[in-house]
C-alpha cells in the first residue's frame, strides 16, 4: 500500500461520520499523487501528510442567547484552525443549521490550498455555528453574534487567526461580530474581514468572489481558444457569489440566464435582471418568487432543474454538492464548454470526473473562488497601512490575482502532464508551497 493509500485509510477510519471531509481530502490526495510519490521517502518520514490532514486547532463551545420572547437559546460554535504554514489563519465563518464539525473541517482543509494559490501570505481555517440568521430579527442576530464572539475572541488575533464572513454571515452580522471583539479586546484591529466601509472594510470586497470567478472564467476561455462574451451562463445560487457573478458576467459581455435559492429557481431567458435580484435577496431577503412576479420574462420553478438549461458556462454558486452525475450529464448533452465552480466543493467527484472526461473545462472553487479571500487579504493589508484603496485599485489587483492563479493552475498541470485538469493543478500548485513551508518549519 502506498503512502497516500495509507494516510487516506486512516483519515477514514478517523473521521467516518464526517463524509465531506472524506470527500475533500480523497480529491488533494489523489490528485497530489505524482507530488508525493516523487517526495515519498521525505514526505513519509516527516508524517508530512499526516499533519496536512490533521488541524493545528480544533474549537467547539456552546453559544447560548436570549431570542425576543426571552426564551434563551443555545447552538454549537466552531472555529478549526487548520494550517498556520503560510501565515495566519484565514477564512469564513459560516451561520446555517447544517453545520457540524465534518462541514467545518471540509471547509477549513480546503481553504488551505485555496489561499495557498492567491499567492498571499495566510493560512487555512474555518468557523461557524448551527444558528439560522433566517428568519430572526436583527436584536436576535445581534444577540447571537455577541455570545459567539465573546467565546471566540479568546483564539483570533489579526496576526493569529482572521475570520471573514460565509453563508449566514453578511455584513449585518460582521458588524455585530467585531463591536463585540472591539468591546471585549478593547483594540481596533483588523481582526475580521469584510467589515463595512465606514469602519475598516475594503472596496469591492462584497464583489470579490462573485468578480474573481468571472476573471478567472474569462481567462479560462481565452486562453483555451474561446471569448466569455456573447456566451450564455447559467449561476445557481442567489447569495452574494451568484450576485455578483451574474453582474460581472454581464458586464463581460456574457449573458446569465439563471439562478436558485433553496425553495426554486430562475430562468429568464433575456438575462438576469441584477438590480432586481438584489432589491429581492439583499433588500427584501426575499424568496425568487417575489423576482418572478415582479418580471414577466422570468420562469419560476419549485425545487431544482437549474443545470437542465441549455447553456455554454455554468457556474455553480450556492453549496456542496449542488451539481451532481445526472446534473453533468445534462450539462454536456446541451454543450456546455465550462464549468467553473463559485461555491465550494459543488461538484461531486463522479460530476466533476464525467465533465472531465468529455471535454468540459473545469475549474475548482479552490481556485476559481478564491478572489473572495485574496480581496479579504487585501482588506488585512490596508488595515495594516491604515490605509484605503480606491475600487479600481482594489478590482485591478484581484484580477491580477485570479489571471496568475488560472496561469499556475495550468502551469503546475502541465509539470505533471496533466494539461487540462485543473483540479490536479489547483491542488498541486497549492500543496507545494504549503508542503514546502511546513518541511523548513520542522515538525511543529
Excluded at 278 to 304: I, M, N, P, Q
Amino acid at each position: 500500500m502506498g503512502y497516500v493509500e495509507e494516510v487516506f485509510e486512516k483519515v477514514k477510519q478517523k473521521n467516518a461520520s464526517e463524509p465531506e471531509f472524506l470527500q475533500a481530502v480523497e480529491e488533494v490526495l489523489e490528485t497530489i499523487r505524482p507530488v508525493v510519490e516523487k517526495n515519498e521517502e521525505l514526505y513519509r518520514r516527516e508524517a508530512l501528510l499526516e499533519r496536512l490532514v490533521e488541524p493545528e486547532r480544533q474549537i467547539k463551545f456552546r453559544v447560548p442567547w436570549v431570542d425576543d420572547k426571552g426564551q434563551t437559546q443555545v447552538n454549537t460554535g466552531y472555529r478549526i484552525q487548520f494550517n498556520s504554514a503560510i501565515g495566519p489563519y484565514k477564512g469564513g465563518l459560516r451561520f446555517h443549521p447544517s453545520v457540524y464539525v465534518g462541514i467545518i473541517k471540509f471547509l477549513g482543509f480546503e481553504q488551505i490550498f485555496k489561499n495557498s494559490l492567491t499567492g498571499l501570505p495566510i493560512g487555512g481555517g474555518k468557523g461557524g455555528s448551527d444558528f439560522d440568521p433566517k428568519g430572526k430579527s436583527d436584536r436576535e442576530v445581534m444577540a447571537f453574534c455577541q455570545s459567539f464572539m465573546t467565546e471566540l475572541c479568546k483564539y483570533i488575533g489579526q496576526d493569529e487567526d482572521v475570520p471573514a464572513g460565509d453563508i449566514g454571515v453578511g455584513g449585518r452580522e460582521i458588524g455585530y461580530l467585531f463591536g463585540q471583539y472591539k468591546r471585549i479586546k478593547t483594540s481596533y484591529e483588523g481582526v475580521l474581514t469584510g467589515k463595512g466601509l465606514t469602519y475598516g472594510g475594503s472596496l469591492a470586497r462584497t464583489e470579490a468572489t462573485g468578480y474573481g470567478v468571472l476573471f478567472l472564467t474569462e481567462e479560462l476561455l481565452k486562453c483555451n481558444g474561446n471569448d466569455i462574451k456573447g456566451k450564455t451562463v447559467a449561476v445557481s445560487g442567489s447569495g452574494n457569489v451568484a450576485i455578483y457573478a451574474i453582474q460581472k458576467a454581464q458586464q463581460l459581455g456574457a449573458k446569465p440566464v439563471t439562478c436558485s435559492d433553496s425553495t426554486g429557481w430562475i430562468y429568464d431567458p433575456e438575462g438576469i435582471d441584477v438590480a432586481l435580484l438584489k432589491e429581492v435577496k439583499e433588500v427584501k431577503r426575499a424568496r425568487l418568487t417575489e423576482y418572478a412576479a415582479a418580471r414577466k420574462s422570468a420562469e419560476y420553478h419549485e425545487g431544482k432543474g437549474v443545470w437542465s438549461i441549455k447553456c455554454d458556462v455554468a457556474l455553480p454558486c450556492a453549496t456542496q454538492n449542488e451539481l451532481l452525475i445526472d446534473d453533468a450529464k445534462a450539462l454536456v448533452a446541451n454543450g456546455v464548454i465550462a464549468v467553473v465552480e463559485g461555491a465550494n466543493m459543488p461538484t461531486s467527484l463522479d460530476a466533476t470526473k464525467y465533465l472531465q472526461d468529455n471535454g468540459v473545462l473545469f475549474v475548482p472553487g479552490k481556485a476559481s473562488n478564491a478572489g473572495g479571500v485574496a480581496t479579504s487579504a487585501l482588506e488585512m493589508t490596508q488595515n495594516s497601512e491604515r490605509l484605503s484603496w480606491s475600487f479600481e485599485e482594489v478590482e485591478s489587483k484581484l484580477q491580477n490575482i485570479m489571471v496568475n492563479i488560472y496561469h499556475n493552475i495550468d502551469d503546475a498541470a502541465k509539470r505533471y502532464d496533466m494539461e487540462g485538469n485543473y483540479v490536479a493543478g489547483a491542488n498541486i500548485a497549492g500543496f507545494e508551497k504549503v508542503a514546502d513551508a511546513m518541511l523548513a518549519q520542522g515538525i511543529v
